[in-house]
């Protein structure tokens, strides 16, 4: 695999599209579909303005389409999307500008991957009526912090009716669990 | 070393404009410019109408070449299509196939 790396360099620009077998390195632009089955890197001051297909992804330069990774997806400092962005594991670091509909791994199949990406994979359903919205990275850690409040508020209602007077305490403990599993 | 490869393995299908040095050992399809100098490999296969600076070939090309400088043909390699330069080199063992324009 390491030698099978095509590199695009700063003035280079392709009309077209690009697949394979390998990994690449894009530096420059590329007006047409990335599809490789190896990693893909667009640096700084690179841009692509399609959808972009491989097995790792890192960005840190431009991308006006859609990023499918098959197994991870970094968008670093730097980076600009204006896409949706779909892979098991996502990371977006502080930095990185995205526009579009964010999707980890189906199912939460995610194997363990940092916290915040593993509690998204349930996520997305209430997001897609509103996947237009997504500014930027911030966006993401809302449902993060609203997903943990619906779960909280739902289980009560219907354990409170059913013990009554001994309810007291059992309400408390299950309060307070309830706040433990917040944080 | 070059600053655009395109490695065994990747295929462009389009037209690729670069001003840096480029080596080429996958396959492009469609056409290639560059203005500094274009070297493909063996394995590489290109069907494509080539322009650059200095040019050496020793993998697949099926197209024009055009070069500001020199063209090398070198052995194992295999050429289909016009060949434009102010110097061309043919190794022993290259094929070739087309006309050839020196400028004279």
């Known amino acids: 695999m390491a030698n099978d790396v095509a590199i695009l360099g700063r003035s280079t620009h392709v009309r077209g599209r690009v697949t394979g077998a390998a990994s690449v390195e894009i530096a420059g632009r590329v007006d047409g579909e990335v599809d490789v089955s190896g990693d893909v890197t667009v640096e700084a001051g690179g841009l692509v303005s399609a959808n972009v297909t491989g097995r790792r992804l890192v960005i840190r330069g431009a991308i006006k389409g859609d990023l499918n990774g098959s197994e991870s997806i970094a968008l670093e400092d730097g980076a600009k999307v204006v896409g949706d962005v779909r892979a098991p594991r996502i990371a977006i670091a502080q930095g990185a500008l995205l526009r579009g509909y964010v999707q980890t791994a189906n199912g939460g199949s995610a194997p363990r991957a940092k916290a915040t990406t593993a509690s998204r994979g349930a996520v997305p359903p209430p997001r897609a009526s509103t996947p237009k919205h997504v500014e930027h990275k911030r966006e993401v850690e809302k449902p993060k912090a609203a997903a943990p409040a619906h779960k909280a508020k739902a289980p009560p209602p219907p354990v409170v009716p059913a013990l009554k007077k001994g309810a007291k305490g059992a309400r408390r403990v299950g309060a307070i669990a309830g706040m433990s599993k917040k944080r | ?104």
């Open chain 2, 1 to 104: 070393m070059a600053s655009t490869v395109i490695g065994a393995g990747i295929t462009i299908d389009g037209e690729i404009t670069t001003d840096e040095d480029v080596v080429v050992e996958g396959t492009i399809r469609g056409k290639l410019t560059a203005k500094d100098s274009v070297s493909i490999e063996a394995g590489a296969v290109v069907e494509a109408d080539v322009i650059g600076g200095p040019l050496t070939v020793a993998g697949t090309v099926t197209g024009n070449i055009t070069s500001s400088d020199r063209v090398d043909l070198q052995g194992g390699a295999k050429v289909i299509g016009n060949v434009k330069a102010t110097r061309i080199t043919i190794a022993d063992g290259a094929q070739f196939k087309g006309n050839v324009d020196m400028d004279v």
